[in-house]
């Protein structure tokens, strides 16, 4: 079955760590641009995060910037964000998404992706 699975949400308090994987099965993840996504409540879907495939360049919402980190590692076919210095309004459930293609700069919103995640809730609160 072809999917990807995402882990390592929960609850966290402000200022605190999470590292979310993105683990893709049944594919590999060589040649596909991975983005993150995330949805709180009654909010409009926001591309957080996107690394190409090819040379391993990312993009960060101004919104996260200075504090997630999109990576990669092949060999283990996936993908993390790691996030640090959280906030109350990083809380959301977080997807990942795969789109193919060796293009070498990323912008989540512009692709019709491949394969979606089921997605990991990531709730910040004290």
């Known amino acids: 079955q072809l999917q990807l699975v995402e882990s390592g949400g929960g609850l966290v308090q402000p200022g605190g760590s999470l590292r979310l994987s993105c683990a893709a099965s049944?594919?590999?993840?060589?040649?596909?641009?991975i983005a993150w996504f995330r949805q709180a409540p009654g909010k409009e879907r926001e591309g957080v995060s996107c690394?190409?495939?090819?040379?391993?360049?990312?993009y960060y919402a101004h919104s996260v910037k200075g504090r997630f980190t999109n990576s990669r590692d092949n060999a283990k076919n996936t993908v993390y964000l790691q996030m640090n210095s959280l906030k109350p309004e990083d809380t959301a459930v977080y997807y990942c998404a795969a789109y193919r293609t060796v293009q070498t700069v990323c912008v989540p919103a512009q692709y019709e992706y491949d394969y979606w995640g089921q997605g990991t809730q990531v709730t910040v609160s004290s």
């Open positions: 049944g594919f590999t993840l060589d040649y596909y641009l």
């Open positions: 690394i190409t495939s090819s040379d391993g360049s990312t």
